[in-house]
């Protein structure tokens, strides 16, 4: 079942106004978000599936606290999912820096939010494949 909702009063005047907008498509700005897409985010981090909690948490529309539960889910996809998410604070992604899988360390490493002392850490990392995302990341902040 999909999310989007096509054909509403709403949606038509929103396409039309875009037909006569002159900027470029990258310049539209996404419509601001619903509190019923933020309830449904929560419910989705709720989900005994783990690829729903994924969803859930990579989503830039998830709550600050739907990412620090999902931080410490069970599963490493999970945690892998909202170590992508550039809107993870940086306390979340410092913690999930100790997280014992290489696969949650290594996006940790990627994301833009990480901190520096924190890819620093991770550059001494165990794992190598760490250690060059943690390098890249340091090189490509220059």
């Not at 907008?21 to 933020?38: I, L, M, N």
């Not at 739907?66 to 931080?71: H, I, K, Q, S, Y």
């Not at 490493?76 to 998410?85: E, H, L």
């Not at 410092?94 to 924190?118: Q, Y």
Request: hydrophobic share 40%; with cysteine.
């Amino acid at each position: 079942m999909s999310c989007v909702s096509f054909g509403g009063r709403a949606w038509l005047e929103r396409l039309r106004a875009a037909a006569d907008d002159p900027r470029p498509v990258a310049e539209f700005r996404s419509p601001e978000h619903s509190a019923s897409k933020v309830r449904r985010i929560r419910l989705l981090a709720e989900s005994g599936d783990p690829v729903i909690r994924e969803s859930a948490a990579l989503s830039y529309l998830a709550p600050i606290e739907v990412l620090e539960r999902l931080a410490d889910d069970e599963q490493p996809g999970v945690r892998c999912c909202v170590a992508r998410n550039h809107n993870t604070p940086a306390v979340v992604l410092e913690r999930l820096s100790r997280d014992p899988d290489a696969g949650v360390r290594g996006w940790v490493a990627a994301n833009p939010a990480t901190t520096g002392n924190v890819l620093a850490e991770l550059q001494r990392d165990p794992q190598a494949p760490v250690r060059s995302v943690a390098d890249w990341a340091v090189a490509s902040a220059c």
